[in-house]
């Protein structure tokens, strides 16, 4: 069986980790992408360039404010996942909050509904660590 090719998405990445990240990946081995702005408008399948999906026509002025750093890894799981992680620190690119791996189910997502899901499963998460604390 042929390896699948490993992806990286960047959204919101300031230049300086851009430039980063792309050393850290070719060294891996792992094609990266940086989204433009407006990406947050498309499914992750159109940004992955998937066949059957088309670029979304706004209807209206739209606006999204999502001040974080979103990384979406394709084909990247496990072992291979930490090292990328670990790589990505190592190489000084501060720790990335929001990641996902790329699923078939979440490529029907626009990105800005996938930031919205991360947004909420952190603030889930960052509630039960906290109530955590407290009980202790």
Not at 67 to 95: F, Q, W, Y
Not at 105 to 118: A, D, I
């Amino acid at each position: 069986m042929m390896k699948k090719e490993e992806r990286v998405l960047l959204y919101q990445f300031p230049e300086d980790q851009i430039h980063t990240a792309q050393d850290v990946f070719r060294t891996l081995g792992i094609r990266m992408q940086v989204l433009p702005p407006n990406a947050w408008l498309e499914k992750i399948g159109y940004l992955l360039g998937s066949k059957g999906f088309k670029a979304v026509q706004p209807q209206e002025e739209q606006n999204f404010d999502f001040p974080h750093r979103v990384i979406l890894l394709e084909n990247i799981r496990g072992k291979r996942l930490t090292k990328v992680l670990s790589a990505m620190e190592e190489a000084g690119i501060p720790r990335v909050t929001y990641k996902s791996a790329i699923t078939p189910y979440n490529t029907l997502w626009t990105l800005r509904f996938l930031c919205e899901h991360m947004a909420k499963e952190h603030a889930v998460s960052a509630e039960e660590a906290e109530r955590e604390g407290d009980v202790r």
